[in-house]
């Protein structure tokens, strides 16, 4: 029977496979920043006066957009973080 030491070790290791390195971790991090910045969609400042036509117009965008895509947006970043 394996010792409680030998069983966290292996969950250890596991672990350590899955998540990679934090160089590994960043490098992922900053190519996902580089792809959402080329789908042109950083965050924009605006005055008050204008937010909600630019809460519409992102909204609209978004809506006509392909929803399995930023689904699948949504898994890389949960999977790169």
């Known amino acids: 029977m394996k010792s409680l030491h030998d069983r966290l ?10 998540t990679g390195t934090a160089a590994q971790r960043i490098a992922k991090l900053k ?13 924009q400042i605006v005055d008050n006066k204008s937010l909600y036509d630019a809460a519409m117009k992102w909204a609209n965008r978004l809506a006509a957009s392909p929803t399995r895509a930023y689904s699948a ?8 973080v």
Request: proline share 0%.
């Open 9 to 18: 070790e292996k969950q250890r290791a596991a672990a350590r496979e899955t």
């Open 31 to 43: 190519t996902l920043r580089k792809q959402i910045g080329r789908w042109n969609n950083d965050n």
């Open 73 to 80: 947006l949504k898994q890389v970043v949960r999977e790169a």
